[in-house]
């Protein structure tokens, strides 16, 4: 096991430096050196139960440890850029002291933070969802029923309030309000159709297994944690979609997708569009939850009327670390149970970059 852990620092430390995330590159490798001489991070994962790797225990380590100086700790705060402070790596002596203290003051709390597993809520997925409930917005003419399924803190049902600039190749797109906090910035190749005008959103609700509650400063705080000290454009974002849920905060149900998505498309309201998606969540699902939201769906559309139709739109792919798809089914009460596969094109997983295909018939 002990290997399994050097390894695990070891590849996390790599994957840091080519990242281009030279603090946490460092934090890592603090984590590193002290494990090898049995040291407080010796103490608190040695004998971890599962693979290190997978449960991802070296950034659960940095994510401690950028908690901390968040948090209001001194002599970490210098180092990171999100408390104001700066890193180089000849500071690595002072940074490793520091961490020291803070692992071995706050073991406790360390290991309380170990528990969980690194969660993130990317926005910038939003700008490919977006083209998603664009076409279903001007195919249907009704407004939106959001449902999201593994929806973190929630951040991207609120896509329609976040200013979008998308390089295409035919020229520049701007989409939303240009004074919103949130600009995503990404790449849609091929050819993308006219944008909706405005998408009307009737109502936002989310699901999650671990959901963040932005309104608890803790699980606040944890979610800006995740997002590398160093690396300020991704805070920013973070921060400016933060500051838009604030003014009306998402209601995310502590709940297992496979049971909460059948709930919430079974009775659909007249008048809305029922739209269920995800983004980076089906590769977290067993073979056994992905098939209950699929019977889910096929119960559903067996009963889909014109004003009340349903969509499950997917910015997601089969196995972590994949391409993701874009892509949409929808049941119109016009189509029949199977209703219509439109497939936009694949994604990065981040949200940076959609390669629309050729054979896309927009709305
Ligand atoms: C990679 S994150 C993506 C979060 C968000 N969709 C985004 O794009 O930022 C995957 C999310 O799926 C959630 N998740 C995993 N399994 C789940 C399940 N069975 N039911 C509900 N949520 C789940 C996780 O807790 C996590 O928040």
């Not at 939201?293 to 910015?315: C, G, H, N, T, Y």
Request: glycine fraction near 8%.
């Amino acid at each position: 096991m002990n290997e399994k852990l050097l390894t695990a620092f070891d590849a996390q430390q790599q994957a840091c430096a080519v990242l281009g995330s030279p603090l946490t590159r460092d934090v890592v490798g603090f984590c590193y050196g002290n494990f090898a001489a049995n040291g407080i991070i010796a103490k608190l994962v040695r004998g971890w139960q599962g693979d290190p790797l997978n449960d991802n225990v070296p950034l659960r380590l940095a994510g401690f440890a950028h908690y901390g100086a968040l948090a209001g700790d001194a002599a970490l705060r210098i180092f990171y850029e999100s408390c104001g402070g700066v890193y180089e790596d000849a500071a690595r002596a002072d940074l490793e002291a520091a961490l020291e203290k803070l692992f071995s003051r706050d073991e406790a709390a360390a290991r309380k933070f170990l528990r969980s597993t690194p969660q993130t809520n990317e926005t910038g997925r939003a700008a490919m969802l977006l083209l998603g409930f664009s076409e279903i917005s001007k195919r249907l003419g009704l407004p939106l029923r959001l449902r999201e399924m593994g929806a973190s803190a929630g951040l991207n049902l609120f896509f329609d309030k976040f200013n979008y600039r998308l390089k295409s190749h035919g020229g520049d797109i701007q989409w939303g309000a240009s004074d919103s906090p949130l600009t995503l910035d990404a790449t849609w190749r091929g050819a993308p159709p006219a944008l909706a005008e405005k998408i009307e959103v009737v109502s936002r609700r989310g699901c999650d297994l671990f959901p963040v509650d932005i309104q608890n400063p803790q699980e606040r705080l944890r979610l800006e944690s995740w997002v590398w000290g160093d690396m300020p454009e991704r805070r920013a974002r973070l921060l400016a979609a933060l500051h838009i849920a604030d003014k009306a905060p998402p209601e995310i149900d502590r709940a297992d997708a496979a049971g909460w998505v059948a709930a919430q498309i079974m009775q659909r309201p007249k008048g809305a569009a029922t739209v269920l998606y995800h983004s980076i969540v089906w590769p977290y699902l067993g073979v056994s939850q992905r098939f209950a939201i699929e019977s889910a769906f096929a119960q559903a559309a067996e009963d889909v009327r014109p004003d009340a139709p349903l969509v499950w739109l997917k910015m997601d792919g089969r196995a972590l670390g994949e391409i993701a798809q874009l892509s949409y089914r929808i049941w119109t009460g016009e189509n029949g149970p199977q209703g219509e596969e439109v497939i936009i094109g694949p994604c990065h997983p981040h949200g940076v970059d959609l390669e629309i295909n050729a054979d896309f018939s927009p709305v």
